[in-house]
Structures are given as C-alpha cells and as structure tokens.
C-alpha cells in the first residue's frame, strides 16, 4: 500500500509539472500569436497607422520640446544671476584703507556672497582690458598726460555678488546708511543695482511662455493623436468584426481577442517614441551650438546628450508612445468591442 501511495504522488507530481509546463508554452504560444496577428493589422490598416504615428511623434517631440525649453531657459537666467555683480562707485583715488575696510562691512552681510575691490590704478588698467580693439582710443592714452589724467577721474570700485538677486534690501541699506559708504561715494554715479534685472525678467517670461504653450500645444495633439488611434483601432475591430464572432463562439478568451489591437497600438507608440527621440537627438546635435552662442545655456541639455542618460530618453519617450496608445486602444475596444 505504501509503495502504491509513493508512486501515485510521483504520478502525481509528473502529472502537474508536465501542466505547468504546458500551460507555459501554451501562453507563449498565445503571446506570439498576439503579437504576429497585432503586427498584421498594424500592416493592414497602414495609412491610417502612419497618420497616428505621424501625430504621436508630433505630440511627444512639443512635449519634449516643452521640457528642453523650461530647462535651457531657467538655466539661462540661473546662470545670468550668478553672473550679475552690483557695482558701487567710490570717490577717484580713494585711500586702499578706506576701500578694505569698506570691504569688511559689506562682506559681513548674510546676503552677499563675494565683494572685490579696485582703485583708481586698477579700474584704469581694466578700462584698458577691455578695450584693447579700439586702436584710437589706445594711441590716445598712450599719452602719459593722458593717462594721469584718467586715473586721477577714474573712481574706485567695489564688485558685489549676492546670493539673492531678488532681495538687495540690506546691500542697500549698508550703501546708504553706512558713514564710511556716505562719506566715500561717488555722488555722480549711481550703484547699478538693476543691470540685468530686465533681462532676467525677460527670460523668466520667455520660460513660462514656452512652459504654458507647450503645455496647451501638446494637449491638443495629444487628443488628435489618441483620436486617430481610437479610430485606427475602431476600423481593425470592424474589418474583423465576423472573425471576433468566430473566435468568441470556439471559445477564445478575451486576452486572445483583445491582444492584436492593444500590440497594434503599442506598435504605433514603440515607432513615434523611437522617431521622437532621435528627432530631439539630432536637432541637439545641429542646433546647441548655435543657440549657445546667443548666450543661452544649454549644459544641462548637452550633458545628457553626450551621455548614457540618452538611452534613458529614448525609453521614456517609447514608454510615454506605448501609453498613449495602449489607453487608446483600450477605449476603442471597450466601446467597440463586444
């Protein structure tokens, strides 16, 4: 008895794992028709699978577009901020003490993140920096004359960068509250506490712009594009309405029958993501360099670029195509396909 009852659990065991094993391959088997009958009608339907692959790749390259925009233009302005110093203007020849000690007060401040000063001598031989080019202005102080003349007008500086260019309250208050500052300023000219502002303003405005249009473009084309798949999907489940009758009445199960139409639309946002990307790719590639010289920074951009994150890019951009068609698919079949 106990052999008989060792040997039925063996059976036993055989039996189910030749099951599992069955079931497997029958799943794989089912999967690969799925697929092979998803691509023919991709095929089958293929003017209309062009247009809603046309317009997917449209869609998700104003969607990246909208985030390379948001990225290059904040990172433009952020690099501008850091840039921008505040220039204070001191009495010609003013002492060296007079400015170090200048320097201390206004390098105690929470806000202020560098200060450097110049005298007269120093601002002078930086005038001349920069503007080496201008070979008049040059032979005229190659005078010596001349060249007194200009350092002893040439007023005293002092450079200020802040780490908040949004709040210049207390470089401000140290400027005109401060006795050192009041007894020592230049009364002709005025701290430049608003260079730049108008451009940072103006590139902050361009961001959102292209944030809120490219937001609002690519909803528009999201909706045709699902659209176009809706109906692409409709059509396939009408040329092959008597076939899912067929199917239904053998007994298919549903994954069966609704397979072909979800891999048809994953087909078409596996080929929008892939077109989309490497559209972005190569436009980067021709056009950075272009824009930065314009003063744009692009770093951020070109850093992913020419790195391994771009395979990154090209998954997101297929996994975005893939979901945007398979909630297509899946609305088309819940109305269509009964």
Known sequence: MEKKSIETKRNTKSHLKTLTRNGRVKKLRTTRRVVKYGTAGFVRNIWLSI?????????????GLTVVANIVLSQTADSIRDKIDITIFFKPQTEDGILLEAKEIMAKDSNVKSVEI?????????????????????????????????????????R??????DNLDSVRNIVEDNELFKANLDSEKEPTYDVNRTEIATITSWANIAK?????????????????????????IFSRREEIKMMKLVGADRHFIRGPFLVEARICGMISGFIASTIGYVGLIIFAPKVVNYGVDMSAITNIVQSEWIIAVYIAFITIGMIIGTFSAKLAIRKYLH
Do not use: P
């Open 160 to 165: 200020v960068k802040v780490k908040n260019v």
């Open 212 to 236: 809120n249009g490219g937001i609002i473009l690519g909803i528009v084309f999201l909706v045709i594009s699902i659209l176009i798949i809706f109906n692409t999907i409709r059509m396939s």
């Open 118 to 158: 110049a005298n007269s001598a120093e601002e002078y031989q930086r005038f001349l920096e920069e503007n080496t080019d201008n070979e008049k202005l040059m032979e005229v102080l190659a005078d010596e004359e001349m060249q007194e003349i200009m350092i002893n007008t040439m007023q005293s500086t002092m």
């Open 51 to 63: 247009a809603a692959t046309l317009v997917m790749t449209i869609t998700l390259l104003i969607l």
